[in-house]
């Protein structure tokens, strides 16, 4: 197997050191996965920079010129009081922009079976019109798009399981049925989006799947969402490609939230993401990094998805598993009730 990691040294430079969403993140992820020997294994490839062209395909102006007129200060602007940017920001959000580009590039070439992207400031809150969520650009959206324009694919599945709603990527592709989005999410929780009833709009009404969790479920109540709704959901889509966007804050340890997944139940996921790519798309697939705020958890849980992108079947948990705090059959009422919605 051959995999493509996609990350750059100026995804230190924006950086708050007292926010959670800070360069420690992804430094906790590099030296992991060079201490685990992984780094070695990857095949690195340095990530363009997003254009504006490829920016205003999914952002408004008056979003990009925002950054923009950032960029020519010289102190730390907060867009709201969630959300930092720096005048270095707009240049390191076009690398992690340009990341997901790479790497669906690499992807759909056929230069690399498949790919990560190690990226920050992460991107799955970013409207089309608003930073918000420690997000500037909407990093999955933007290689999304791109796949569906340079590559001219069909259909892109975006798989979301960070532990908050990807409400930026919802709105992104609220009407377009080109991209099935599909987010399992703490809630009631940060940003409130994310309910059984937002099912996409006008032609892409259907390609919204919510799959709205209340806190305290873990590794089993996940396996079932899985089986039962993201698996079906995704064999009647046939996407030609599927990205992933990849929050550790759903683990136990994560201090920001208060669900109970364990790295094993990450590991799970990932493969099984896997060997659903390989089923409907012919493997094509690329996780990047949203949130996750203990960079134990953060850093293990990459260095699991790595091995798994090789083929490799060692885990890699320093926590363990978390006690379930919620019932396995308190999630089959939700989950009946969201296949009853999609027919599935």
Known sequence: MTTACLTHPSFTEHDFPRHPEHAGRIQAVWSALQAAGLADQLLELAPPSATDEQILA???VEHLQRLLDI???NRMVLIDQDTYALPCSLDVSRLAAGAVIGAVDAVCAGEVDNAMAIVRPPGHHATPDRQMGFCLL?????GARHALTKHQLKRVMIL????????????????NPAVLFLSIHQSPYYPGSGSLDEVGESAGQGTTLNI???AGHGDQSYRLIFEQVVIPATERFRPDLML?????????????AGMRLSLGGYDWLARECLKLAKQVCAGKIVFLMEGGYDLKALSHGWCNIARALLDWEELSDPYGAATEGASARDIQTLID??????GI
């Open 160 to 175: 979301d399981y960070d532990v908050h709603h990807g409400n930026g990527t919802q709105d992104i592709f609220y009407s």
């Open 337 to 342: 009730r969201v296949r009853a919605i999609h």
């Open 71 to 73: 960029s020519q200060t």
């Open 212 to 214: 709205p969790v209340s």
């Open 244 to 256: 992933i966007s990849v929050g550790f804050d759903a683990h136990w340890a994560d201090p920001l």
């Open 138 to 142: 909407n990093n999955v959206a933007i």
């Open 58 to 60: 999914v952002h408004s």
